[in-house]
């Protein structure tokens, strides 16, 4: 099923202040994030996240990136009250946009969250960003490939 586009006013014509004001949300690029790199994908999962996104603004935020085209949503095969958000292509496109603030908070924030994560991947984003993002673009799209083979979408 295919969402109508959704009506959006725009500040002006710049590619950056587009992508800012639809992505510039300070909850959009988490749940992307959280999709990408924690593999959240119930409604569920995103409430029980650290981030703590209240419900009614994940479920605005979600009709929204499903309206612009970043997730789908469907049922789960077992369970027709639950359903499961994936990236699509322009979602998954974003990868480098969330390795890059990764980076830049890495490199610039410690100082003011010193209690930044120092382990798990972080030492190869350090070492080579550009593994970094296609080791987690690998394995999201074999989660996809492993979900289409259970004939879920």
């Known amino acids: ?14 590619p950056f202040t587009t992508a800012l004001d639809i992505l ?16 959240k994908q119930t409604f569920k999962d995103f409430t029980e996240s650290d981030e703590g996104i209240a419900t009614n603004i994940l479920t605005t935020k979600l009709k929204q990136l499903e309206a612009f085209g970043i997730i789908t949503k469907t049922k789960l095969p077992n369970n027709n009250k639950s359903n499961i958000y994936l990236l699509t292509e322009k979602g998954l496109a974003m990868t480098p ?3 890059e603030l ?25 070492r080579d960003k550009a593994e ?19 004939g879920l979408f």
């Not at 099923?1 to 710049?14: G, I």
């Not at 510039?24 to 593999?39: C, F, H, R, T």
């Open 24 to 39: 510039g949300d300070k909850w959009m690029l988490v749940i992307v994030k959280q999709m990408l790199m924690e593999n």
């Open 1 to 14: 099923m295919r969402m109508k586009k959704m009506e959006t006013k725009f500040r002006c014509n710049c």
């Open 102 to 126: 990764g980076v830049w908070s890495d490199n610039h924030l410690r100082d003011f969250n010193p209690n930044i994560v120092n382990e798990g991947g972080i030492e190869l984003l350090r």
């Open 132 to 150: 970094f993002t296609r080791v987690v673009e690998q394995q999201y799209r074999e989660k996809l490939a492993t979900i289409a083979t259970t």
């Open 97 to 99: 946009i969330i390795v």
